[in-house]
Nanobody, 126 residues
């Protein structure tokens, strides 16, 4: 079992930056591919970014490519999402998720992930 706790969300203005953190506890987090998803009001949860267990491979949704950066520190059991040039359409609850399938570098579908955090709210005003 892995427990995930997100933090770092908040209310910012368009163009600002935020860094989300995902703290993991339980089984060795370093063996899991980790992803970030988000869910805006009235919309389905969508993929944002993913990083392989080693940190050597990353993948982004087109909507955030060039603005968001995912990274991890396995020694600290942490994964981060640096979000720059935020837009109002980035407003959502952001979730961290972990995938037990180590051979999968970066899943983009919810069903590929086995563990989820409770989410952190990000609100971007125009």
């Amino acid at each position: 079992q892995v427990q995930l706790v997100e933090s770092g969300g908040g209310l910012v203005q368009a163009g600002d930056s935020l860094r989300l953190s995902c703290a993991a506890s339980g089984r060795a987090f370093s063996i899991y591919t980790t992803g970030w998803f988000r869910q805006a009001p009235g919309k389905e949860r969508e993929f944002v970014a993913a990083i392989s267990w080693s940190g050597g491979s990353t993948y982004y949704a087109d909507s955030v490519k060039g603005r968001f950066t995912i990274s991890r520190d396995n020694a600290k059991n942490m994964v981060y999402l640096q979000m720059n040039s935020l837009k109002p359409e980035d407003t959502a609850v952001y979730y961290c998720a972990a995938d037990e399938n180590r051979s999968r570098l970066h899943g983009v579908h919810e069903y590929e992930y086995d563990y989820w955090g409770q989410g952190t709210q990000v609100t971007v005003s125009s």
